[in-house]
Structures are given as C-alpha cells and as structure tokens.
T-cell receptor, first 110, second 117 residues
Framework: DQQVKQNSPSLSVQEGRISILNCDYTNSMFDYFLWYKKYPAEGPTFLISISSIKDKNEDGRFTVFLNKSAKHLSLHIVPSQPGDSAVYFCAATSGYALNFGKGTSLLVTP | DTGVSQDPRHKITKRGQNVTFRCDPISEHNRLYWYRQTLGQGPEFLTYFQNEAQLEKSRLLSDRFSAERPKGSFSTLEIQRTEQGDSAMYLC???????????????FGPGTRLTVL
C-alpha cells in the first residue's frame, strides 16, 4: 500500500517561474519528511527536509511546506532554473526506513 | 570523494546465477540502508544496519537475499538464484543516527543496476 503519493507524474515550468511539487501521505506516524532529486543513472540527492514540529523550512531557492492536518507537503522552487530539471521524490519516515512516492518529473524550459 | 560508493555500477547476469553488490558508506555514518528501485517507482526499503547489526528487514527481502556488514563499515548484498523479477536498481544509503529526537538525512550512492536475462 502506497503510504506516500505524488499524484503528478510530470510538471513543466518556465525558467524563472515557481515550481510547486506536491505530496500526500496517509500514515499519521510519519514525523520527518524529505525531498530528493534524482538524475538518470544516479542515486537520489538530498534536497531539503522538515520535521513534523514545523510547518515550513527554507533553504535558498527551495522551501518545503507541511500541512499535518491535511497530510500534505509541497516543495516550492523559486526561481526555477533549467538545471532543476530532474525527478523529485518525496519521502517520509517514522524511524529508519524512508517511504518514497513515485516521483514527479520536473522540466524547466528556457 | 567522501560520498557513498557502490560497486559494480552495472551487472548483467543470467537467471539462476548468484550476484553480490558492495556498498561503502560515508566513513562516519554508522547506519547503512539498502533500497531497491524499479521502473516508475520510488525506492523501496529492503534492510538496514546500525554498525554491524542488521536491525530490520523488509518483507521484500526474500530468503534469496542476504546482506552483511561484517565490520560495521562496508556492506554486501547477495542475491542467490536470481530471477527476472530481481532486475532493478539497488541503492545503498548511509546516515548518522538520530540525535535528541532529530533525524539525520540519508545520503545515497549511485546505485547498482541489475539486469537478469
């Protein structure tokens, strides 16, 4: 059973605009959430994380928002750059194992 | 380079053969994880170690799979009698343990792509 869902398989955004990637989860025990970026033939690269005690975490162009009541988180990338084009995975954990969504493929066009 | 490394990067084998993969974690990380990723899916947890102790195994890890971390440093993942369904990317990750209730992120290696013919 998929406990972490990314319902948009792909997203296309113009360079300079905001990219918003969404993620929903079903397990209320999850208390730490992460976003990873993945290029073809490489392992996932950690981007940003958020603890369940917070509702926002920011790191440069990347901001993650957490809405615990809705069991929803989102990743905002502002401004988007062509180098951001990759597959983005949302992950959640309540201990050791990361539970991943299926990913959203982001394409940033010039 | 002080990141997580995996060897080999690619492995092609015939059904029924045994294969072994190696992972070298970031040196100060005492937690090591194995995941499997198939096409169109996110990585799925297989097992993890804290130092040399294997603390958890997913139900995905059938009896044909075995993982070791003998000295608490590098780890190996062996698949016996490979099946076509074992074809996937096998990812290794490492992390520091949680401190004061605060998690530490897992850092992934480049993966080993297994193709079973």
């Amino acid at each position: 059973d998929q406990q972490v869902k990314q319902n948009s398989p792909s997203l296309s955004v113009q360079e300079g605009r905001i990219s918003i990637l969404n993620c929903d989860y079903t397990n209320s025990m999850f208390d730490y959430f992460l976003w990873y970026k993945k290029y073809p033939a490489e392992g996932p690269t950690f981007l940003i994380s958020i603890s369940s005690i917070k509702d926002k975490n920011e790191d440069g162009r990347f901001t993650v928002f957490l809405n615990k009541s809705a069991k929803h988180l989102s990743l905002h990338i502002v401004p988007s750059q062509p180098g951001d084009s990759a597959v983005y995975f949302c992950a959640a954990t309540s201990g050791y194992a990361l539970n991943f969504g299926k990913g959203t493929s982001l394409l940033v066009t010039p | 380079d002080t990141g997580v490394s995996q060897d080999p990067r690619h492995k092609i084998t015939k059904r029924g053969q045994n294969v072994t993969f190696r992972c070298d974690p970031i040196s100060e990380h005492n937690r090591l994880y194995w995941y499997r990723q198939t096409l169109g899916q996110g990585p799925e947890f297989l097992t993890y170690f804290q130092n040399e102790a294997q603390l958890e195994k997913s139900r995905l890890l059938s009896d044909r799979f075995s993982a070791e971390r003998p000295k608490g440093s590098f780890s190996t993942l062996e698949i016996q009698r490979t099946e076509q369904g074992d074809s996937a990317m096998y990812l290794c990750a490492s992390s520091l343990p949680p401190v004061g209730g605060l998690y530490n992120e897992q850092f992934f290696g480049p993966g080993t792509r297994l193709t079973v013919l």
